[in-house]
């Protein structure tokens, strides 16, 4: 009887699948995020995680039930070292195969360092190009507004002008016609008693 539940537990193995598209993301110099996908209708319950260091025997073995979660963070890693990471599908009879083996390399500070800078420099960069834009623009539009005003102004002042200057001829011509009238007869009358 007791080769019944060995078996039992032997079948629900084989019948769990391995998890599939093991993929490596968010790589940092000691940190890394797993994630997979598994086949719909696998009972599964949770992950087991075989990390270890490439030429190395020690393992960290991480496992997790009760949860569908599809990703699991490594840390603690060791920067520019080659790692090599299994899952696993746990299900209420147990672990499934593994999966194809993934293998990654953390990459060393400095070089995480030098591929953030240039990020914050170019969004540094950017902020200061739209604050230069925004400022050119409002003192663009504050200059065709003054030169608005300006042109707006001169027009009416040339009306006012074009206007009066007419009427300010006729007098100038009634004036120098009334005063002159009455010198050249007087001038002349002079002249004539001498």
């Not at 080769?3 to 699948?17: D, H």
């Not at 420099?121 to 902020?127: A, H, P, Q």
């Not at 042109?151 to 074009?162: E, G, S």
């Amino acid at each position: 009887s007791p080769s019944v539940p060995l078996a039992l537990s032997v079948c629900l193995n084989s019948a769990l699948s391995a998890p599939l598209n093991v993929t490596i993301r968010e790589l940092e110099a000691n940190t890394a995020i797993v994630t997979w996908e598994i086949l719909e209708g696998d009972p599964v319950i949770g992950f087991a995680i075989t990390q270890q260091k490439k030429d190395v025997r020690m393992l960290r073995y991480i496992q997790e039930v009760n949860t569908t979660t599809r990703s699991c963070a490594l840390w603690d890693l060791e920067e520019d070292t080659e790692y090599i990471v299994h899952v696993q599908s746990v299900s209420m009879g147990g672990s499934s195969p593994p999966s194809d083996p993934v293998s990654f390399r953390t990459p060393r500070e400095s070089e995480k360092l030098a591929s953030t800078v240039p990020d914050q420099v170019d969004r540094e960069e950017m902020e200061q190009a739209v604050q230069l834009r925004v400022g050119e623009l409002i003192i663009i539009v504050v200059v065709l507004v003054m030169w608005a005003g300006v042109i707006l102004l001169f027009c009416r002042q040339y009306d006012i002008i074009k206007d009066n200057e007419p009427n300010n001829n006729k007098d100038k011509a009634k004036t120098s016609s009334e005063c002159s009238t009455p010198e050249h007869p007087q001038g002349g009358l002079l002249r004539s008693n001498l």
